[in-house]
């Protein structure tokens, strides 16, 4: 029988970035290289934040190698704490060979993608190893060759074991990111459930848009909503933004990178959040209001009777089947698009959609959209 798990409170452990992963790894097999010496354990210094030092940690080197003559690698487990990484338990590595001349120069290893769209911010036809982790290897190796007094540079190639696999579980391909992970990270730490991952993914997808000269996107908030952005919109895969939850994630983003058109399209139950004022739609952060709903109900002329039975529902489907004889999810709409058309720049034009779970539009505005 297995044990009963204990349900106390304890705090959320955070994890490392696959950035601070191959910067552990790359001065692992750097100095392993230089020097023959091993090392089970690589500390490296984490990134300066608002003028303070960055934090020193300390990694697992869990394999030391050297493939072929003046090339070694290192290897470490990505451990990302409590937060649902797709990364975590992957086997992060490093290949280092020596350069006559100095600087550090990039490489992808089997598992980290490449760059193949404009918009990110890596150039196309380099590694995706976004820019913080870049910095955070150039630093360490430089001042490891400072230390042994070494004159060279270095060939720096990072991967990710399975990270072809990994990667379709992440936005790379719809980012134009072939063949793998990108190696990411701002501060080296991962905080539990922060999200910032999925939402730099979100501000990523839409750069790209604009980078190619979009005019229209879709942000969706789940598969049936992107069907249905997808089929009725006629958008592709680089129109296509999945939000999720993140609703504000995608505003906030467009005041900096404005669109011509944004059509948000989502589950009822998400368009009546929005409608409500929230922009973070998970159950976590917001509820769906059914008091709100009432409210709509009312003002678009419902009896008593319904009214009731709209502060009766348990969902918000069976809201709107109480409520038949008005146009609630129209209703919806509307606030939901007035919640986001005062958030967005002047001149966006913007439309709202509700469709039910099989990807079926409930509603829109403004109606005549399309």
């Known amino acids: 029988m297995w044990p009963e798990s204990d ?6 452990r955070s994890g490392l970035t696959t950035g601070s992963c191959a910067t552990a790894c790359a001065l692992a097999a750097a100095r392993f290289l230089l020097t023959g010496q091993r090392t089970e354990q690589c500390d490296i210094d984490l990134p300066s934040r608002r003028g303070q030092p ?45 350069s006559p001349g100095p600087g550090v120069f990039f490489h992808a290893e089997r598992g980290v993608g490449i760059v193949q769209r404009d918009g990110l911010p890596v150039p196309v036809g380099e590694p995706a190893i976004n820019p ?80 190619n000269h979009l005019s229209h996107i879709a942000a969706t908030t789940g598969n049936m909503s992107e069907r249905y952005a997808r089929t009725a ?66 003002a678009a002329g419902a009896s008593e009777a319904v009214q009731q039975a709209i502060l009766a529902a348990n969902t918000t489907g069976e809201a709107l089947a109480r409520a038949s004889d008005i146009p609630l999810a129209t209703m919806l709409c509307h606030r939901a698009w007035q919640q986001a058309h005062r958030r967005l720049p002047a001149g966006t034009v913007l439309d709202v959609t509700a469709v039910d779970r099989q990807g079926q539009p409930l509603a829109r505005w403004p109606s005549e959209a399309s």
Do not use: W
């Not at 003559?69 to 086997?91: L, M, S």
């Not at 900096?256 to 139950?269: D, E, F, K, Q, Y």
């Open 233 to 298: 919109l006629g958008l592709d895969d680089m129109a296509l933004i999945e939000m999720g939850d993140f609703a504000g994630a995608v505003l906030k983003h467009l005041k900096r990178v404005p669109m011509a058109r944004l059509s948000l399209v989502g589950g009822i139950g998400k368009i009546s959040k929005l409608a409500d004022g929230h922009l973070d739609l998970h159950s976590r952060a917001s509820s769906i209001n059914f008091e709100f709903m009432r409210a709509c109900a009312e």
């Open 54 to 98: 960055g934090k020193r940690v300390s990694l697992p080197i869990t394999a030391l190698s050297c493939p072929r003559a003046g090339q070694a690698r290192a290897d470490t487990i990505k451990d990302a704490g409590d937060d649902p990484d797709v990364t975590h338990g992957a086997t992060v590595f490093a290949v280092i060979t020596c």
């Open 132 to 211: 913080v982790p870049r910095r955070m290897l150039e630093e360490h190796l430089t001042a490891l060759a400072s230390e042994l007094n070494y004159r060279g540079g270095f060939h720096v190639g990072i991967g990710v074991e399975q990270g072809e696999t990994l990667a379709l579980k992440t936005m790379n391909p719809r980012l134009g990111i072939t063949g793998g992970l990108s190696i990411l990270g701002t501060t080296g730490i991962v905080r539990p459930f922060s999200c910032a991952a999925y939402i730099a993914s979100i501000h990523q997808a839409i750069d790209v848009a604009h980078a």
């Open 7 to 12: 349900e106390s409170a304890r705090p959320l």
